[in-house]
């Protein structure tokens, strides 16, 4: 008689909890845009949030430790002129996050330690260069200050937020509206999924599309794709009769599917959260009350299924907090934040050990905040693997570090035609409309310094007086 042999994993037993009631998120306004992104960004520091905002576009920011019911008048981040439709927080920055909107441009913002007295309305930078909504944003993993954008113009543009120009355009790669985009571990290459049904490999710094699928899902809803750790790609897309399906890819071998699995009938697009360090993978549907795991492994089927959390009220966004965020005293192996109408829900998934030392197994060296590269090295062509940090003794997020943006290429501002190498100002003459734009641009920050010293000057004497009637 033959005896079921059942899987190996130390991840079978992954569990997941929603935290109680006093460590939600209350009284937020969600955003109610129709768009497939994920409407929440989380790292080590903030909790950041799209929300409905009257008169153009906002998030909110909230200190991770800032539990419990949120103020109507708590300062939101308004700058955009129409809906936001995706946020990304900075990895090698805590305080500075991303944003991208319907009008067509992407935003940086420095977000303080302390919570602001009104909205933060002034960014660092802003980005313009593309001639449609901006839906996709995604920082480089290992290079300091690389931002990709995606949008409606069917543009990739990878920019150097630290000079406010466009390192890269890749504008005839697709002919349709780009789904998904997702860096692989180093940067080195794209995973691009678009309307037209395509899955794409691409080299941005050659502009070259390495390896495609058409239909790796055959059917006409969005497809998401990301790059596992073993360099295959995972992708969720749905069947020709409408199913919600799962795939795992070897783009070296694009014929066949390593994996193909059928899932369930609904409609909601399943976001994909992948897990490097424990190389599972979490699918959450917008409108769905769940969150289905995965371990992807070399062992067939490749895609082991591992449980599912389910809860009640359906998902509206998901935030996924990094490696580095998370409790390692509880085997804490993945935290969610989910977005409901009107509050945020974080969700615990642990593995239960009985005991309380630091487990090496979960918890392998993991990439930290520090980049490995500048921007113009990446762009040069070098690649490096991420920094790693260990967990052992818990991650300390640093103190608040200031992006510092030296304008560069200050006449040309369009995006230039087909992925090539920007000029920098050194190679640009200087010629005298640049110097007045200089003199101009050294006046007007003049003009914003002289503005701040008189309101510290006013903040100071409000705070003598304060002093003084306590007195």
Known sequence: MSRRVVRQSKFRHVFGQAAKADQAYEDIRVSKVTWDSSFCAVNPKFLAIIVEAGGGGAFIVLPLAKTGRVDKNYPLVTGHTAPVLDIDWCPHN?????????????????????????????????????????????????????????????????????????????????????????????????????????????????????????????????????????????????????????????????????????????????????????????????????????EITDEPPFVHYLNTFSSKEPQRGMGFMPKRGLDVSKCEIARFYKLHERKCEPIIMTVPRKSDLFQDDLYPDTPGPEPALEADEWLSGQDAEPVLISLRDGYVPPKHRELRVTKRNILDVRPPSGPRRSQSASDAPLSQHTLETLLEEIKALREQVQAQERRITALENMLCELVDGTD
């Open 94 to 294: 805590d305080n500075v996050i991303a944003s991208a909107s319907d009008d067509t441009t992407i935003m940086v913002w420095q977000i303080p330690d302390y919570t602001p007295m009104r909205n933060i309305t002034e960014p660092i930078i802003t980005l313009e260069g593309h001639s449609k909504r901006v839906g996709i944003l995604s920082w480089h993993p290992t290079a300091r200050n690389v931002l990709l954008s995606a949008g409606g113009d069917n543009v990739i543009i990878i920019w150097n937020v630290g000079t406010g120009e466009v390192l890269l355009s890749l504008d005839d790669m697709h002919p349709d509206v780009i789904h998904s985009v997702c860096w692989n571990s180093n940067g080195s290459l794209l995973a691009t999924t678009c309307k037209d049904k395509t899955l794409r490999i691409i080299n941005p710094r050659k502009g070259q599309v390495v390896a495609e699928r058409f239909a790796a899902h055959e059917g006409m809803r969005p497809m998401r794709a990301v790059f596992t750790r073993q360099g295959h790609i995972f992708t969720t897309g749905f069947t020709r009769m409408s199913q919600r399906e799962l795939g795992l890819w070897d783009p070296n071998n694009f014929e066949e599917p390593v994996a193909l699995q059928e899932m369930d009938t609904s409609n909601g697009v399943l976001l994909p959260f992948y897990d490097a360090d424990s190389s599972i993978v979490y699918l959450c549907g917008k409108g769905d009350s769940s969150i289905r795991y995965f």
